[in-house]
């Protein structure tokens, strides 16, 4: 199973950016997709997820701003960035979970000039 992350870039405060997570390779759905990132000097943190059935979960920092979403059909994951903060500059991570077994995509880096 892969996961592919792309849409990262530089954008200045307030604005919005796109990141896409293709996965590829996976017989079953995934139980759940998620958004991590990882600021300089900073522990991985969860930001959003997904379940299966389409609950969605964000930190209280994302909250309003971010919306994830995925589509079965295409096999993709989806995390808008509305309303960036330098705050938000991280390299981010998506994750898919099928049952016990954890998978990774590659780091985008998001960058949010002030």
């Known amino acids: 199973v892969q996961l592919q992350a792309s849409g990262g870039g530089l954008v200045q405060a307030g604005g919005s950016l796109r990141l896409s997570c293709a996965a590829s390779g996976n017989r079953r759905s995934f139980n759940s997709l998620g958004w991590y990132r990882q600021a300089p000097g900073k522990q991985r943190e969860l930001v959003a997820w997904?379940?299966?059935?389409?609950?969605?979960n964000y930190i209280a920092s994302v909250k309003g701003r971010f919306t994830i979403s995925r589509d079965d059909a295409k096999n993709t994951m989806y995390l808008q960035m509305n309303s960036l903060k330098p705050e938000d500059t991280a390299v981010y991570y998506c994750?898919?979970?099928?049952?016990?077994?954890?998978?990774w995509g590659q780091g985008t880096l998001v960058t949010v000039s002030s």
């Open positions: 994750n898919g979970r099928i049952a016990w077994d954890n998978f």
């Open positions: 997904i379940t299966i059935s389409g609950t969605t």
